[in-house]
Every structure is written in C-alpha cells, then in structure tokens.
C-alpha cells in the first residue's frame, strides 16, 4: 500500500508557475507508476501527466504539453509536477495517484491510490 500527500498548489496569475508535490509513504514507492489527475467544478476528473516507475517514460495530456513536467524522486520518495504557463484553464484540483499497472494507465479507475488533492487558482 501507499499513501499519499500532495502540496504547492496556490493562487496564480496567468503565465505563472506552481510546482506540485506529491509525498509517498510505503516501502514500494519504487514499483508505483505515478500520476497527476485535475478536477474542476462540475466537470470529470482528468488526465494530466504519468511517469514510469523508473522516470523513463512520461505522458501527458495534450492541454498541459510543453507547459508541464512530472518528474519523480524514488529515494525521496516523491513526484512532482512543475507548471508553466498557466492558463485559467487549468484551475482544479490537482490530485496525486499510484498504479501497479506497467501499462501507465491515463484513466482514473485503474488508480487505485489517491491523495486529498490541492487547489491549483489561475486568475486572468
């Protein structure tokens, strides 16, 4: 099992940067493909970036490409999620998740761990 806290989110202007953090607990942190999900009001929960278990491979959703970055840090124990650019569009709250599938999956329900979120405000 894993746990997970995240931290960084904030009020921003457009064109501004945040970085997110993501802090695991459990002693196979290492195993877990990890991901950052969004959810705006009245709106699904959403893909917005994935990275492997060992860093070497990272997706990301179309609307954040080339703005965000996830990266993680297996001795620490953390993923984070840097944000340039930002666009009001993107204000959510912005959740941390854990998957055993080797595959990376993009779709919330194949998370099956899940941290309380952080609120992300881009104002214009």
């Known amino acids: 099992q894993v746990q997970l806290v995240e931290s960084g989110g904030g009020s921003v202007q457009a064109g501004g940067s945040l970085r997110l953090s993501c802090a695991a607990t459990g002693r196979t942190f290492s195993t877990y493909a990890m991901a950052w999900f969004r959810q705006a009001p009245g709106k699904e929960r959403e893909f917005v970036a994935a990275i492997s278990w060992s860093g070497g491979r990272t997706y990301y959703a179309d609307s954040v490409k080339g703005r965000f970055t996830i990266s993680r840090d297996n001795a620490k124990k953390m993923v984070y999620l840097q944000m340039n650019s930002l666009k009001p569009e993107d204000t959510a709250v912005y959740y941390c998740?854990?998957?055993?599938?080797?595959?990376?999956?993009?779709?919330?329900?194949?998370?099956?761990?899940w941290g309380q979120g952080t609120q992300v405000t881009v104002s214009s």
């Open positions: 998740a854990a998957s055993t599938i080797v595959a990376i999956p993009t779709t919330p329900g194949r998370y099956p761990y």
